[in-house]
């Protein structure tokens, strides 16, 4: 059971898109956060922004897929806040639809080094602290519903949203009650991730009941949802945020 209050809230791939709004989101319900990215000045925007509205956070330099990394912001979240209560795996890049057989090796060890190395080298690196305390740690991944069927991106990035999933269902089934993980999958939402993909939003868009991209406020709000009481029995869940799209899948 997590207090949003004061606690403390780890999110990556928060310079930008859905991580930037889940950390304002995150701030406005009181929490301290961690916003970490490997984009510095849009960290220290997000830090600013955050903290110019007498909200918590401090930014650090991370690049989720290098295990050093990950342990400079495991590190200085607990110097900075002493705990880390709700862990947010957000941090993801893009495959740009390439199927296997045009995936070079250099594709998909960046993809899976972002995408699913870098969530299970910062729960493993945060699992200690997230389960230390009375209370449930709270471990949120985005996925995708990549993360559920085949077409939403190529070879590397479905594979690892797929296993972005897997991860989420074991920790949760290794590690609960101290631990409550979930995945939120999105569907098309309008971020820096496609900014430049406005063909395929319409043509995503057409197939969605929402007939419409997902602001990135909407998946924060479930981000909140999540982490908090009013989530307290949904464990090990791949939650879809997908404006129906999956509907008849
Ligand atoms: N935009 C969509 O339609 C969509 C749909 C489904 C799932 N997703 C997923 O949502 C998550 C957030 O994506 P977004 O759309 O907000 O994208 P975005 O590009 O706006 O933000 C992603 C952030 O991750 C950061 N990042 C990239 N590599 C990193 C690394 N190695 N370490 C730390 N930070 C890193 C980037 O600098 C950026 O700030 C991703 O996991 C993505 O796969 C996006």
Same mark, same amino acid.
């Given at each position: 059971m997590v207090t949003l209050q004061n606690a403390t809230v780890v999110i990556t791939g928060a310079a930008s898109g859905m991580g930037r709004?889940?950390?304002? *989101?995150?701030?406005? *319900?009181g929490s301290n956060v961690v916003v970490v990215d490997v984009d510095e000045d849009g960290t220290d925007e997000v830090v600013s922004?955050?903290?110019?509205?007498?909200?918590t956070a401090i930014g650090v330099f991370g690049d989720v897929s290098d295990t050093e990394s990950v342990e400079t912001v495991v590190e200085t979240a607990l110097e900075e806040y002493g705990t880390i209560d709700v862990l947010v795996n957000n941090a993801g890049i893009l495959d740009d639809f390439a199927p296997a057989g045009d995936t070079s090796d250099d594709l998909w060890?960046?993809?899976?080094?972002?995408?699913?190395?870098?969530?299970?080298?910062?729960? &493993?690196?945060?699992?200690?602290?997230?389960?230390?305390g009375d209370e449930e740690g709270i471990v949120i991944n985005t996925a995708s519903i990549?993360?559920?069927?085949?077409?939403?991106?190529?070879?590397?990035?479905?594979a690892s949203k797929h296993g972005l999933i897997g991860l989420t269902k074991h920790l949760s089934e290794a590690y609960g009650p101290d631990i409550r993980a979930n995945a939120i999958c999105p569907?098309?939402?309008?971020?820096?991730?496609?900014d430049d993909m406005e063909d395929e939003l319409q043509e995503m868009s057409a197939v969605t009941p929402a007939e419409r991209p997902a602001d990135p406020e909407e998946?924060? &709000?479930?981000?909140?949802?999540?982490?908090?009481?009013?989530?307290?029995f949904i464990h090990g869940t791949p939650v879809n945020v997908d404006g129906g799209m999956l509907v008849d899948k």
């Open positions: 709004a889940m950390a304002v *989101e995150f701030a406005e *319900e922004e955050i903290t110019d509205d007498g909200g060890d960046a993809v899976i080094g972002v995408n699913l190395d870098g969530p299970f080298y910062l729960t &493993r690196e945060a699992l200690p602290a997230l389960k230390d990549a993360g559920k069927v085949a077409g939403g991106g190529g070879a590397a990035y479905t569907g098309a939402v309008k971020t820096g991730m496609t998946i924060a &709000r479930v981000a909140t949802f999540l982490a908090g009481d009013d989530s307290s």
